[in-house]
């Protein structure tokens, strides 16, 4: 059962444009939001993350937005550069059995055209 | 900076091989977890390490097995390989619970 689900596993953007990633949950305890980058042959690595007691957070280019209401948080990026073209994950974490257990999703590949 | 080493980029075994992934970080950090990624599937969680000696299962544990002798290794065991096992792992630690994972570069293994 996915508990955490990105539906595009593929998005291509012209370099200086939006990137908009998308992201859905089933899981209403989920309290704590994340996204990871990954490029190939490395290890994900932290991006942006956001609280469930929040709607938005922002960093630089990238901006998380969450709609708890609809179960969905996105990643934007503005404006889009070559380098980041890789593979983004979403993130969610709950406490399960006195752990904060964190559930990926299956990742996006996002290509950012020049 | 955090450091997470994984012993082995890539590794090739055969079908009933016991294989030992091996991690290490730098910054005594508590918590150690073990995942695989694989296309379509995403990261999903195999086992982690609170503290030395103890571990949990994760979603996904069955065929594996873990050792944290020391609170800077976590090691993931295959005590029989199989083909279905062929994946890329991904070793990650954490300060706590609460704070961010950092990720070693992976280890993809192929079990033939």
């Known amino acids: 059962d996915q508990q955490v689900k990105q539906n595009s596993p593929s998005l291509s953007v012209q370099e200086g444009r939006i990137s908009i990633l998308n992201c859905d949950y089933t899981?209403?305890?989920?309290?704590?939001f994340l996204w990871y980058k990954k490029y190939p042959a490395e290890g994900p690595t932290f991006l942006i993350s956001?609280?469930?007691?929040?709607d938005k957070n922002e960093d630089g280019r990238f901006t998380v937005f969450l709609n708890k209401s609809a179960k969905h948080l996105s990643l934007h990026i503005v404006p889009s550069q070559p380098g980041d073209s890789a593979v983004y994950f979403c993130?969610?974490?709950?406490?399960?059995?006195?752990?904060?257990?964190?559930?990926f999703g299956t990742g996006t590949k996002l290509q950012v055209i020049p | 900076d955090v450091k997470v080493t994984q012993s082995s980029r890539y590794l090739v075994k055969r079908t009933g091989e016991k294989v030992f992934l091996e991690c290490v970080q730098d910054?005594?950090?508590?918590?150690m977890f073990w995942y695989r990624q694989d296309p379509g599937l995403g990261l999903r969680l195999i086992y982690f390490?609170?503290?030395?000696?103890?571990?949990e299962k994760g979603d996904i544990p069955e065929g594996y097995s873990v050792s944290r002798e020391k609170k800077e290794r976590f090691s993931l065991i295959l005590e029989s390989a199989s083909t279905n096992q062929t994946s890329m792992y991904l070793c990650?630690?954490?300060?706590?619970?609460?704070?961010?994972?950092?990720f070693g570069p992976g280890t993809r293994l192929l079990v033939l």
């Open positions: 390490s609170y503290d030395v000696k103890m571990k």
């Open positions: 990650a630690s954490s300060r706590t619970f609460q704070e961010t994972q950092y």
């Open positions: 993130a969610a974490r709950v406490n399960s059995g006195g752990y904060q257990k964190v559930t």
């Open positions: 899981n209403s305890m989920f309290d704590y």
């Open positions: 910054m005594d950090h508590e918590n």
């Open positions: 956001i609280s469930s007691i929040k």
